[in-house]
Structure formats: structure tokens, C-alpha cells
């Protein structure tokens, strides 16, 4: 056996290997022999089959099995011997009709689409914004006022006021609209609907206009059970039938309500609630800021750092590796969908070596009974035992599905701290609205 490697520019390469018949023929005469133990074909006892049959039978499948296994074990074993860093896998050319597999020597070829050489500079040419998201006076107090009725009691009413909150069905046959839901009088913007709405019993059925209907925009959809493409520009009119009318009256901001929260005495006052809900958003707050700042210094990496891909290569495997063929135009159209992406794992696997970034076993042990212990909490699970929590995370680490998402995330974590050590940032404070407004620009 011998394998040979032509380099044909800095981005493609062909393998060769060729075989003696010594490379494959034992196995292949031993897999025969036993096919011939154990064939079952009429007019012959078990095993009395003549060789000369079975190799005419099977001979062509089982040689051409074991020289395809053959190949992409010693194919494999030379790339890693070789260290070479290829894109994609091997692609063998295609055989001639003629090719002979009875020859005392058979030559089979491969191409490489070989890993770009490039360098990453973290100090991208433009600065990218570092977003420092704060909770405002407002939202603290929208916070508590929302807590407040959330854990208030609730009284039947007769008739909508001002306060009530309406449960009732939303229906629109043209639309597909058929959605029970809870509004409030102060949700909505159209005055016409208000004044229809004000007054109105249980039982009763209001025509609206959805236009114009709520405040927010992202009201419309959770109110019609639509996504957000379709009630974006909703413009028709919908029935809504009063099922139920509830007063809610603030639950009072007392100790009870700070344990039941927070847990016994880590709350003790209404100025320490408003500090804990400004500390609880701002962490949530970060997430999403942190979120933004990988995307932002993704592109940018992307952009400013140059190198060729095998283009072609990359194509033409994408054409043959899915489960069916595509056509040159598929594959060229999937190849342009994916080749940012392709970038960006070549760039952050640059990255991640250069700067040793590693997820080890007991930081993603430590990071799975984390989130475990927030997802506890948010089912007043405040202070779980430290055995419960090694439990729940062996039972989860042990779904390799979930040890490469949570290392997919822990490995983003330490990517985000990487850059706002090192890549050129300039850090922007504001609200979460203005945030909000200025990012998703809603």
C-alpha cells in the first residue's frame, strides 16, 4: 500500500493511495469461505456450495465492502498522522466504467479542501459597543405594582371598570382567530374600544378593530394567538365575548410577601424589594447584552479578518454529503447560505486556541447545578441541598445532547470574557428601553 499526497494550491490537495492485492485479498477470501459455511442455495447441502459460485455471487460486493473500508481507515489514519486541518471530508473521484477490480494493483484518489492559514486580531479597526443595561426607577416601580397584583386578591365584578381585568374570547373566522385572553382597560390605545368596554357585563360580545387596538405591538400577537409576522399590520375586526370581570386588590408589601418571593428574611423591607428587583433584572439584562456584544464582535471579526476558502470543493461536497443530491445551483446557493457561518467556527476555533479557552469537566458540572439552582428557585425552590443538585446534573450530563449545549454555552461565556478584555470596545450605558429601542429598534 502506498499513499501520496499532491498539493495543487495553498487550499486543495489529492490523495492516492494504492493497493496491492495483499492489502485486501485475506480478508476478502475470508469473508467468502464463510459465506460459502453458511450460503443456503438449492441443490446443495450447507456448505457444499463450490467456491467458484460464491465468488460469482458475492465476490464484486465483498471486495468492493472491505476496499471502501480499507480506504477511509488508512485515509483517516494519514490525515491525522499528517495533521492535516481539511474542510468538509475527502471527496473520491469518480471511477472510470473501465475500472478494474480484478487488477493486481487499484489507485483511488481524494480531494482535500484544506483549512485556510490565517491570523485574528481581537483589536477589530472599528470599536464595538459594550452595552451596560440598567433598571430604571420606572421599572422598578412597574415591577413591584405588577408583583403586587399578581399576588392580590381577586374579586368578581359585575361590570368593567377602569381597573378590571377582562378574561374573555377573542374570535375572527376570517382571520383564525380564536383566543381566550386576559386584558386590562390601560393595555389598550383605541379609545373607541375603551368606551365600548367600559360598563360591559359578563356575557357580553364587543366588535373591535385590531388596528390601533393595543399600546404595544407585541400585545397583539399573545392577545390573538398569532405569530408576530402575521399580526404585524393586523387590520379586521374581531368579536370579543366577556367570560369573566375581576377586581384585583394589591397584595400589601409586607414580610409575608417578601418570603414568599425571596425566601424567609432575605427581603425585609419595601427599599431592599425595589434594590433586589433592580439586581435580578440587571443580571438578566447583562445576558442580553452580552448576547448582543458576541454578535457584534462575531460580524466584526468576521469582516476585518481576510483568507480564501476552498470554494469549489466546499460546493461540490455539499452537493454529494446530504442525504440526497442537490444540483450544481442548489449546492453553489447553500454553499453562499453557510459560508459566513464556515468563517466564523474557522475564526473562533483560531481564537480558542490561541488564548488555551477550555471547558472542562467540573466547570461544566459547576455550571449545569447552577442553572439547575435558578430553575429550582423560579419554583420557590430557593436553598436546594448540594447532593440533590450533584444528582440532577450527573442525570443531565449523562445526555451527551446536553453536555454539548451547556459546552457550547460555557465556551460562549468565556468568549464574551474574553473580548471585553481584549477586543476594542467602548462601553454605552442606558435603560432597558432605550436599549431595547435602540438595538431592536421597537
Not at 478494474?100 to 483511488?108: G, I, Q, V, Y
Not at 443595561?133 to 422598578?140: F, G, P, R
Not at 375572527?172 to 360598563?199: N, P, R, Y
Request: charged share 30%.
Amino acid at each position: 500500500m502506498k499513499i501520496t499526497k499532491k498539493q495543487l494550491d495553498t487550499l486543495n490537495a489529492e490523495i492516492n493511495i494504492t493497493l496491492d492485492q495483499a492489502d485486501f485479498q485475506p480478508k476478502v477470501d475470508t469473508i467468502l469461505l464463510d459465506y460459502k459455511k453458511k450460503a443456503n442455495i438449492p441443490g446443495f447441502r450447507k456448505g457444499q456450495v463450490p467456491m467458484g459460485m460464491i465468488k460469482k455471487q458475492y465476490g464484486k460486493s465483498v471486495l468492493v465492502e472491505e476496499v471502501n473500508k480499507l480506504l477511509q481507515e488508512k485515509l483517516n489514519s494519514y490525515l491525522t498522522e499528517e495533521k492535516l486541518s481539511i474542510l468538509g471530508n475527502p471527496l473520491p473521484k469518480v471511477l472510470s466504467e473501465t475500472f478494474d477490480w480484478n487488477a493486481d494493483t487499484l489507485s483511488f484518489d481524494f480531494e482535500l479542501g484544506l483549512s485556510p492559514e490565517f491570523e485574528v486580531s481581537l483589536k477589530t479597526k472599528k470599536s464595538v459597543t459594550s452595552y451596560k443595561v440598567e433598571a430604571d426607577k420606572k421599572m422598578v416601580v412597574d415591577q413591584v405594582l405588577s408583583i403586587r397584583k399578581q399576588y392580590g386578591k381577586i374579586s368578581p365584578e359585575k361590570a368593567v371598570t377602569a381597573s378590571s381585568e377582562i378574561t374573555g374570547l377573542f374570535f375572527s373566522e376570517e382571520a383564525g382567530i380564536d383566543k381566550k385572553t386576559t386584558i386590562t382597560l390601560d393595555q389598550l390605545k383605541a379609545k373607541k374600544a375603551i368606551t365600548s368596554l367600559q360598563g360591559a357585563e359578563v356575557g357580553a360580545s364587543i366588535s373591535l378593530d385590531t388596528k390601533g387596538l393595543f399600546k404595544e405591538d407585541a400585545a397583539v400577537a399573545g392577545a390573538f394567538g398569532l405569530e408576530a409576522a402575521e399580526a404585524k399590520d393586523l387590520k379586521i375586526t374581531v368579536v370579543f365575548t366577556i367570560e369573566e370581570i375581576n377586581e384585583r386588590t394589591p397584595a400589601a408589601l409586607d414580610q409575608e410577601l417578601f418570603d414568599k418571593l425571596f425566601g424567609k428574611d432575605v427581603v425585609k423591607s419595601e427599599k431592599e424589594l425595589g434594590q433586589k428587583i433592580k439586581e435580578d433584572a440587571e443580571k438578566q439584562f447583562v445576558q442580553q447584552a452580552d448576547q448582543k456584544l458576541l454578535n457584534d464582535v462575531t460580524e466584526a471579526l468576521i469582516a476585518q479578518t481576510k483568507f480564501d476558502l476552498p470554494g469549489e470543493f466546499l460546493t461540490r461536497w455539499i452537493q454529494t454529503s446530504g442525504e440526497k443530491p442537490l444540483t450544481d445551483q442548489e449546492a453553489k446557493a447553500e454553499y453562499e447560505r453557510s459560508e459566513q457561518g464556515l468563517r466564523y467556527q474557522l475564526i473562533e476555533a483560531k481564537i480558542i486556541e490561541a488564548n488555551a479557552l477550555q471547558v472542562s469537566f467540573e466547570d461544566l458540572k459547576s455550571f449545569a447545578k447552577d442553572l439547575i439552582k435558578e430553575q429550582m428557585a423560579q419554583y420557590g425552590q430557593l436553598d436546594p441541598k448540594d447532593e440533590e443538585l450533584d444528582g440532577i446534573a450527573a442525570r443531565v450530563l449523562s445526555n451527551q445532547e446536553e453536555v454539548k449545549r451547556l459546552s457550547e454555552q460555557m465556551m460562549s461565556q468565556k468568549l464574551i470574557t474574553l473580548y471585553k478584555e481584549k477586543a476594542n470596545l467602548k462601553e454605552k450605558t442606558l435603560s432597558y428601553e432605550d436599549f431595547v429601542k435602540e438595538v431592536y429598534g421597537a
